[in-house]
């Protein structure tokens, strides 16, 4: 499987982005594919997550309410529709495959190559 991110930006506080991670590979769909983010200076932050079936989604607490993670199988592509953004989401985001959820990274397979994120205050 082959991740490819894309969709980062520099947006103000306030605002909103939609992330896309685009998957190669006829697994796809049965992976449980997870969405993490990573900030200057710190370790590498569980964000979301969505099953392999799409029907359930799981949030970090410091971003519930303010994302929702989708996915499209027939474009085997997940997405991270992130709004109002703060500037504490200022990050390099990654997507990543798991065979179940997991907050840990490790337990990740494959990784997307990340797309910055750049909230403005």
């Known amino acids: 499987v082959q991740l490819q991110a894309s969709g980062g930006g520099l947006v103000q506080a306030g605002g909103s982005l939609r992330l896309s991670c685009a998957a190669s590979?006829?697994?796809?769909?049965?992976?449980?594919m997870g969405w993490f983010r990573q900030a200057p200076g710190k370790e590498r932050e569980f964000v979301g997550a969505i099953s392999s079936s799409g029907t359930s989604t799981y949030y970090a607490d410091s971003v519930k309410g303010r994302i929702t993670i989708s996915r499209d199988k027939a474009k085997n592509t997940v997405y991270l529709q992130m709004d109002n953004l703060k500037p504490e989401d200022t990050a390099v985001y990654y997507c990543?495959?798991?065979?179940?959820?997991?907050?840990?990274?490790?337990?990740?397979?494959?990784w997307g190559q990340g797309t910055q994120v750049t909230v403005s205050s």
């Open positions: 590979g006829r697994t796809f769909s049965s992976y449980l």
């Open positions: 990543a495959t798991a065979p179940t959820l997991s907050s840990s990274p490790s337990q990740y397979t494959y």
